[in-house]
């Protein structure tokens, strides 16, 4: 293949500036280095004047920690989640937190919902040629939490919301109230509210900070 | 939050070159604009002198497709692959594909083994606060294919890699033989030998363009 290399700084620089997606900053906490040495660009919260969450852009291209599966035929037909949970997280705010050990203001969890195709068996799995077990769907709405102290004070500095349990998602979402979802995270999710105990990408992390 | 917008050009384009990680090109099939207006850099497979792959870079920071489970409680205690398979695809390659509907010379795929959490129940689930299923655990090695036509004309152009089976993954990686993994691809996946069946995230593309 015959390719040339020519560093396109003019376009790159152009489309970031044009989407207005990207907060570059050259100080302060929202300044952060990924492993690769890469400068890493912030996508921060967004909201509507009434100070609902706008849904977060281009999730698909942030940093995958991992797809915990509660399938409804496990949980008497009534899973809270039966989908593929893919967790995503801010890449920007990752990168801080491999460096600090701490997610800092700003940071976005997106949870994208996957169905699992229609199983044959009793457990809702199906077969296929790599074995019998749970493949991705449809997609089925999303949930974002978002860390703000100053915004989500009653719940330890986290903002939960929904963007519907179906297809399309929400363009917007309203804050939902403590016991809706914040309570059980702030019960039992290992570190700073967050379940770091069903994600390595994130829990290695935290161990290595003593977290 | 105060923070002041400065885009970083010099720092962004000296770690991509000092890398050596990215390809930027000007003009021919290389050149690929990402939904966001983005131009999107490749990341293309490195061989040693003898030929064989070595472990691609950064793949945790690719774009994530979907995560098929087939646990070994379902499969008579010997599924091939028991883990979680997070599957990505090299971000560059992608732009490209959702452009054009076709897998460009030089993709990567990246299959990350990740074990699922011991489970108490005789499926191999166990009980968490979200409800019983399956839960990543500790990763496990990688799988990657990479297209290039001229390379494996045997398989359709794909080769496949094993990275170990374990951690720590392989450096470098030797062509599996057609029969231990290409075959397979070959007789039932549904696009160019990708299972696209299962990943939503690349099946609604190749819908698009009548794949």
Same mark, same amino acid.
Not at 77 to 92: D, L
Not at 108 to 122: A, C, D, R, S, V
Not at 145 to 153: N, Q
Not at 165 to 173: F, N, V, W
């Given at each position: 293949? =015959?390719?040339?290399?020519?560093?396109?700084?003019?376009?790159?620089?152009?489309?970031?500036?044009?989407?207005?997606?990207?907060?570059?900053?050259?100080?302060? $906490?929202?300044?952060?280095?990924? /492993?690769?040495?890469?400068?890493?660009?912030?996508?921060?919260?967004?909201?509507?004047? =009434?100070? $609902?969450?706008?849904? /977060?852009? =281009?999730?698909?291209?942030?940093?995958?920690?991992?797809?915990?599966?509660?399938?409804?035929?496990?949980?008497?037909? +009534?899973?809270?989640?039966?989908?593929?949970?893919?967790?995503?997280?801010?890449?920007?705010?990752?990168?801080?937190? *491999?460096?600090?050990? +701490?997610?800092?203001?700003?940071?976005?969890?997106?949870?994208?919902?996957?169905?699992?195709?229609?199983?044959?068996?009793?457990?809702?799995?199906? !077969? *296929?040629?790599?074995?019998?077990?749970?493949?991705?769907?449809?997609?089925?709405?999303?949930?974002?939490?978002?860390? $703000?102290?100053?915004?989500?004070?009653? !719940?330890?500095?986290?903002?939960?919301?929904?963007?519907?349990?179906?297809?399309?998602?929400? +363009? !917007?979402?309203?804050?939902?109230?403590? $016991?809706?979802?914040?309570?059980?995270?702030?019960?039992?999710?290992?570190?700073?509210?967050?379940?770091?105990?069903?994600?390595?990408?994130?829990?290695?992390?935290?161990? +290595?900070?003593?977290?």
């Amino acid at each position: 293949m =015959n390719r040339k290399s020519a560093v396109l700084f003019s376009v790159l620089a152009g489309a970031s500036l044009a989407s207005g997606m990207f907060m570059f900053s050259s100080s302060g $906490d929202a300044q952060s280095t990924a /492993p690769d040495g890469r400068e890493a660009a912030r996508y921060l919260p967004e909201y509507t004047p =009434n100070g $609902d969450l706008i849904l /977060p852009k =281009n999730w698909r291209h942030w940093v995958f920690v991992g797809s915990p599966l509660t399938p409804n035929a496990l949980n008497d037909g +009534k899973a809270n989640f039966p989908e593929f949970h893919n967790v995503y997280i801010e890449p920007g705010s990752f990168a801080i937190y *491999e460096k600090t050990g +701490k997610f800092p203001e700003g940071t976005i969890f997106f949870k994208e919902l996957q169905l699992t195709l229609k199983g044959e068996n009793p457990d809702g799995s199906r !077969t *296929e040629p790599s074995g019998r077990g749970y493949f991705p769907g449809p997609f089925n709405g999303a949930d974002v939490t978002v860390k $703000d102290s100053k915004r989500y004070p009653d !719940t330890d500095g986290w903002g939960y919301y929904n963007f519907n349990h179906h297809e399309p998602k929400a +363009k !917007t979402a309203s804050l939902r109230p403590k $016991d809706e979802c914040g309570s059980c995270h702030m019960a039992s999710a290992r570190k700073d509210d967050v379940w770091t105990q069903f994600y390595p990408m994130l829990d290695d992390i935290a161990k +290595k900070f003593g977290g």
